[in-house]
Structures are given as C-alpha cells and as structure tokens.
C-alpha cells in the first residue's frame, strides 16, 4: 500500500502561483511514476502531469503546459505540482496518484490516489 497526501491548495486570486505537495508513505516511493490530476464540479477527474520514477520523462496535458510543473524530490517521498498563472478555470481538488506502469493519461492505470487538496482561483 501507498499512502498520498497532498497539501497546499487554498484560496488565491488569479495570476498568483501555487505549489502543491503530495507525501508518501508506505511502499518504497521511487519505485512509482506520479500524477497529478483535478477535478472541479460537476466534471470528470482529468489529467494534469506526471512524472516517471527518476524523473527521466514528464508529460503534460496540453492546457497547464508553459504554466504547470511536475517534479518529484524522491528522498523526501515528496512529489510537486507548481502552478503558474492561475486562472479561475484552475479552480478545483487536485489529486496525486501512484502508478508502477508509465500510462500517465489513464486514470485506471493509478493504482493509488490521495484525498485531494482544494485550489479556489478568485478573478
């Protein structure tokens, strides 16, 4: 088992940066490709970004690209979405997930997901 836990979603007002953090615990971290995904209401969980083992590879979806970063520091258990420029659009919970397979833009292939943290994006 791999526990996530994410951190760092609050109320900001558009154009600021944020930086989500996601800790895990459990099973050995550096053995997990990381993404990151959102979900605002009434819409499907999409995917965001993720990023393999060692952070050889990164892939984004194509809207947070230029504006969103992934990266992992593998000896704090700890994986990072930076967000820049945000806009209302922004607003919603993100999501971390572990998966041992490098299938970033499918959501069945994460095997473990945190709780979510709230991103609130004000005009």
């Known amino acids: 088992q791999v526990q996530l836990v994410e951190s760092g979603g609050r109320l900001v007002q558009a154009g600021s940066s944020l930086r989500l953090s996601c800790v895990a615990s459990?099973?050995?971290?550096?053995?997990?490709?990381m993404g990151w995904f959102r979900q605002a209401p009434g819409k499907e969980r999409e995917f965001l970004a993720a990023?393999?083992?060692?952070?050889?590879?990164?892939y984004y979806q194509d809207s947070v690209k230029g504006r969103f970063s992934i990266s992992r520091d593998n000896a704090k258990n700890t994986v990072y979405l930076q967000m820049n420029s945000l806009k209302p659009e922004d607003t919603a919970v993100y999501y971390c997930?572990?998966?041992?397979?490098?299938?970033?833009?499918?959501?069945?292939?994460?095997?473990?997901w945190g709780q979510g943290t709230q991103v609130t994006v004000s005009s």
């Open positions: 459990g099973r050995t971290f550096g053995n997990y490709n």
């Open positions: 990023i393999s083992i060692r952070a050889i590879s990164t």
């Open positions: 997930a572990a998966q041992m397979d490098w299938r970033p833009l499918r959501r069945d292939a994460y095997d473990y």
